[in-house]
């Protein structure tokens, strides 16, 4: 049979550099030319949708038709559950200041809230990623994945981006801001959604 994605090139319709080592660094193996959409001059479309898989749609779509190529796009962000899944699709939005993102400042704010609650341990949150694989004709693929864990504070590490230093995974003492990144990258919530893409377009 004859795989689904049978190209030699791919954008990355994303503008977060974290997530584009990771994603370059799993499709490394696959021999695929790879490009970001910063590259490619693209701006950063508004995410308008209040779903994961919206979002993604939303970014890889539009990658997909500036470039004429296939384009893979990442939505994600932390689901914490005595938060109501908070700050989940809105993870980048609690960071945003007029500055730019500050991550320091939104992890805080995510532990206040919790403290506030009085919200009881272990404070079980989880990574959510949902990839979307796009065509310049408008078809899409779409695969989700998730690491499930706790968050915890103060925030440790300097590895990773975003939200890493608070979370620590399940089965885990360490958080995935001190973790070799290689071993992120076995576990990830985007590795998961990753894995998933591969069984589903690339063999
Ligand atoms: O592995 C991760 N480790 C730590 N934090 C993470 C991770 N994965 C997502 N996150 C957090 C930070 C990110 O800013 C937000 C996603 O927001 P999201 O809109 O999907 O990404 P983004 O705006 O940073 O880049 P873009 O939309 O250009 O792909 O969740
Ligand atoms: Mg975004």
């Given at each position: 049979?004859?795989?689904?994605?049978?190209?030699?090139?791919?954008?990355?319709?994303?503008?977060?550099?974290?997530?584009?080592?990771?994603?370059?660094?799993?499709?490394?193996?696959?021999?695929?030319?790879?490009?970001?959409?910063?590259?490619?001059?693209?701006?950063?479309?508004?995410?308008?949708?209040?779903?994961?898989?919206?979002?993604?749609?939303?970014?890889?779509?539009?990658?997909?038709?500036?470039?004429?190529?296939?384009?893979?796009?990442?939505?994600?962000?932390i689901?914490?559950?005595?938060?109501?899944?908070?700050?989940?699709?809105?993870?980048?939005?609690?960071?945003?200041?007029?500055?730019?993102?500050?991550?320091?400042?939104?992890?805080?704010?995510?532990?206040?809230?919790?403290?506030?609650?009085?919200?009881?341990?272990?404070?079980?949150?989880?990574?959510?990623?949902?990839?979307?694989?796009?065509?310049?004709?408008?078809?899409?693929?779409l695969?989700?994945?998730?690491?499930?864990?706790?968050?915890?504070?103060p925030?440790?590490g300097?590895?990773?981006?975003?939200?890493d230093?608070?979370?620590?995974?399940?089965g885990?003492?360490?958080t995935?801001?001190?973790?070799?990144?290689?071993?992120?990258?076995?576990?990830?919530?985007?590795?998961?959604?990753?894995?998933?893409?591969?069984?589903?377009c690339?063999?």
């Amino acid at each position: 049979m004859q795989r689904k994605f049978d190209g030699d090139q791919l954008v990355l319709a994303s503008h977060n550099k974290g997530k584009l080592r990771e994603i370059s660094a799993l499709l490394a193996p696959f021999g695929i030319h790879v490009s970001s959409a910063a590259e490619h001059g693209l701006e950063e479309p508004e995410e308008t949708e209040d779903t994961f898989a919206g979002n993604a749609r939303i970014k890889a779509h539009y990658a997909a038709k500036e470039t004429g190529l296939p384009a893979l796009s990442d939505d994600s962000g932390i689901a914490v559950e005595a938060l109501n899944g908070a700050p989940g699709v809105y993870t980048a939005d609690w960071a945003e200041t007029p500055n730019g993102r500050d991550f320091p400042m939104a992890m805080e704010k995510t532990w206040k809230l919790l403290e506030e609650k009085n919200a009881p341990f272990p404070r079980k949150a989880a990574f959510v990623c949902t990839l979307c694989l796009a065509w310049p004709d408008g078809h899409d693929e779409l695969f989700e994945g998730r690491v499930e864990g706790q968050v915890i504070w103060p925030a440790r590490g300097e590895h990773g981006f975003g939200y890493d230093p608070m979370f620590v995974p399940e089965g885990f003492d360490i958080t995935f801001g001190e973790m070799d990144q290689d071993k992120k990258q076995e576990m990830s919530h985007r590795a998961d959604a990753f894995a998933k893409l591969v069984k589903g377009c690339f063999e």
